[in-house]
């Protein structure tokens, strides 16, 4: 029997390093590590403004937000965790930040980062303004807890991603249906080249498609280097985080 199993697991969209081992001894040896404290996690991201300069400690704990869709915010009765972000570069607008996490908790970076005011560019879930009017900085949302949990439960339920069907579609279909008017069939040999765009009796056709766009997929967040005094696991930059 083959044994291949994950070590640790990375954010969806999030690049990087990420460990597998082939046999259980390995599998127990590394996650006993991992729990023990002993592995050095560093990572890169791309944040939104000019970073501070020197080390700057984000030790906020962290906890659910909204549980069914696993989005974390700062809050007193969360878990510990431990984040030393430095800026590597910027470019007046951008920072390249260089974070290492003592912790492990769900989204931890993504929720430092933007507790620090300098949320990761592009973040679908914590770069926005439903977090309120500084997007979530120092924890202050403009608004209750609860009012918080529904306006971002809101903002990425799975409803907004349904198709939406022509309100007209069913209508046309019942009058076809009480219609006596034979129906004729297409063309034999009807090639895809001719065929209309649009048919209003395609079902398919009239339903409004919803295309999620390409940087939905991508998180300027990278797992540069996992490492313990016995091992060392590194990949190259990501080129969005090289200096021009």
Same mark, same amino acid.
């Given at each position: 029997?083959?044994?291949?199993?994950?070590?640790?697991?990375?954010?969806?969209?999030?690049?990087?390093?990420?460990?597998?081992?082939?046999?259980?001894?390995?599998?127990?040896?590394?996650?006993?590590?991992?729990?023990?404290?002993?592995?050095?996690?560093?990572?890169?991201?791309?944040?939104?403004?000019?970073?501070?300069?020197?080390?700057?400690?984000?030790?906020?704990?962290?906890?659910?937000?909204?549980?069914?869709?696993?989005?974390?915010?700062?809050?007193?009765?969360?878990?510990?965790?431990?984040?030393?972000?430095?800026?590597?570069?910027?470019?007046?607008?951008?920072?390249?930040?260089?974070?290492?996490?003592?912790?492990?908790?769900?989204?931890?970076?993504?929720?430092?980062?933007?507790?620090?005011?300098?949320?990761?560019?592009?973040?679908?879930?914590?770069?926005?303004?439903?977090?309120?009017? #500084?997007? @979530?900085?120092?924890? %202050?949302?403009?608004?209750? *807890?609860? !009012?918080? $949990?529904?306006?971002?439960?809101?903002?990425? &339920?799975?409803?907004?991603?349904?198709?939406?069907?022509?309100?007209?579609?069913?209508?046309?279909?019942?009058?076809?249906?009480?219609?006596?008017?034979?129906?004729?069939?297409? #063309?034999? @040999?009807?090639?895809? %080249?001719?065929?209309?765009? *649009?048919? !209003?009796? $395609?079902?398919?056709?009239?339903?409004?498609? &919803?295309?999620?766009?390409?940087?939905?997929?991508?998180?300027?967040?990278?797992?540069?280097?996992?490492?313990?005094?016995?091992?060392?696991?590194?990949?190259?930059?990501?080129?969005?985080?090289?200096?021009?």
């Amino acid at each position: 029997m083959i044994y291949f199993t994950v070590l640790h697991r990375l954010d969806r969209a999030t690049s990087g390093v990420l460990l597998f081992a082939k046999n259980y001894e390995t599998d127990l040896e590394f996650k006993t590590t991992l729990k023990q404290g002993e592995w050095s996690k560093e990572y890169i991201c791309k944040v939104d403004g000019v970073f501070p300069d020197g080390e700057i400690v984000c030790d906020q704990p962290i906890g659910p937000l909204v549980i069914t869709m696993g989005i974390q915010c700062v809050r007193k009765d969360g878990k510990e965790a431990k984040s030393r972000f430095r800026k590597l570069w910027s470019d007046g607008e951008q920072s390249v930040v260089q974070v290492h996490i003592e912790t492990g908790r769900t989204h931890q970076i993504r929720v430092h980062s933007q507790f620090l005011g300098h949320p990761i560019v592009g973040d679908q879930l914590y770069n926005s303004a439903v977090w309120g009017p #500084t997007k @979530g900085k120092n924890a %202050e949302y403009g608004k209750s *807890f609860e !009012e918080l $949990c529904e306006a971002v439960r809101n903002t990425h &339920k799975s409803e907004n991603w349904h198709e939406k069907p022509n309100p007209e579609f069913e209508r046309k279909m019942e009058e076809l249906a009480d219609d006596s008017t034979v129906i004729q069939p297409e #063309t034999p @040999g009807l090639t895809t %080249e001719k065929r209309p765009e *649009f048919d !209003e009796i $395609c079902q398919k056709c009239n339903v409004e498609s &919803k295309k999620v766009p390409d940087n939905h997929y991508q998180l300027f967040l990278h797992c540069l280097k996992y490492e313990t005094p016995k091992w060392c696991f590194q990949t190259e930059l990501p080129e969005w985080a090289v200096q021009k």
